[in-house]
Structure formats: structure tokens, C-alpha cells
């Protein structure tokens, strides 16, 4: 019981504003990204990947944190908010900007995992370069208030390759049939 409450009190709190620090310091780290990243679109990737979360948080109706959202969203009462669902909509809106330098990524996490509560999310890098250099982009992990990091600085997940992954279920499911 004090766990659900733990984790249903998790990510309940209001978001305080984007400050003109947080977007000054991720549209830095797309810029160091390569000196070929262009500046209005890192800061245009930026302003996105900062605001476009806390749209969805609204838009998804999260009011707990993610695992009681998941929880309402797998129960029905909830359209939407599962961590696919963030790193979907995340990857769509950034993609809509065409960025010329910058490129998209999909990865899933603890996809190796027993239970298979995988996680799932969008990087960012410069364009041509593999996700491993790239900037881990998770609006979920907090309700809406963007974790970004590389992939070695993001301890809590180890990422791979979201084809990779899903070529391996799909390899596990015809072998076994399930």
C-alpha cells in the first residue's frame, strides 16, 4: 500500500515554467552535438522538446505519476500517457519541423527485462549519426518535464535500438508462437 501511494504521489506536483536557462542550456548541448548542427534548429529542437511535453501532459489528462497514469490509460480512463505514447508524439512533432542537420532516433529500455516493462523514448542527434551519440529526449519519466541526457549519462535506462528490439520480439514470437 505505501508503495502505490509512493508512486501515485510521484510527478503530481504543478511543472514551474521553462526558463530561459533550461532552453539556453539544451540548445548548447544539440549545438556540441557537431559544428555542423545549425543554431535555429537547435534552438527551434530545443523550445520543442522542452514546451511540446508539457502540451502533452495536458492533453493526456496526467494528474498521478507515470505508473498511475499508465494504470488509467491501460484501464481505459486515460486516452493516452503510456511512455510509447510521449516518445510517439515527441518523435511526430519534432519530425514536422524537417530538420536539415539534426536527426530523430527511437530506443526502448529494459526490453531484456522478465516482466518486459520496457520503456520507450526519442533521441536526438546531428544529422548521420548513430543513437549512441545522441540526446536522450524522455517527456514521460516526469509527467511532462523533459529528462534529457546523453545515453551514458541516463543511469536509470540502458537503451537499444527501438528496430533492434522489436526485430528480436519478432524473431522470439515466431520461434515460439507466443
Known sequence: MLLVLALGAC?????????QN??????????????DVDPSEAARAARISLTYPRQ???????????LIHNTKVNAGTR?????????EDLENRLASEQFQTLD???????????????????LISR???TMQDAIV??????GGELYWGSLAED??????????????RAEEQARTGW
Open 22 to 35: 533550461d532552453f539556453a542550456k539544451l540548445e548548447a548541448r544539440l549545438l556540441s552535438l557537431g559544428p
Open 137 to 142: 529526449l524522455d517527456g514521460w519519466r516526469y
Open 155 to 168: 543511469a536509470k535506462y540502458r537503451w537499444l535500438p527501438q528496430t533492434e528490439v522489436l526485430k528480436k
Open 127 to 129: 544529422k548521420g549519426a
Open 11 to 19: 510527478g503530481t506536483h504543478e511543472l514551474s515554467p521553462v526558463s
Open 79 to 87: 486516452p493516452r500517457g503510456l511512455c510509447w505514447h510521449w516518445a
Open 56 to 66: 502533452l501532459r495536458v492533453e493526456y489528462g496526467v494528474t498521478d505519476g507515470p
Open 104 to 122: 530523430l532516433h527511437r530506443a526502448i529500455a529494459n526490453s531484456d527485462v522478465a516482466l518486459r516493462i520496457d520503456h520507450s523514448t526519442v
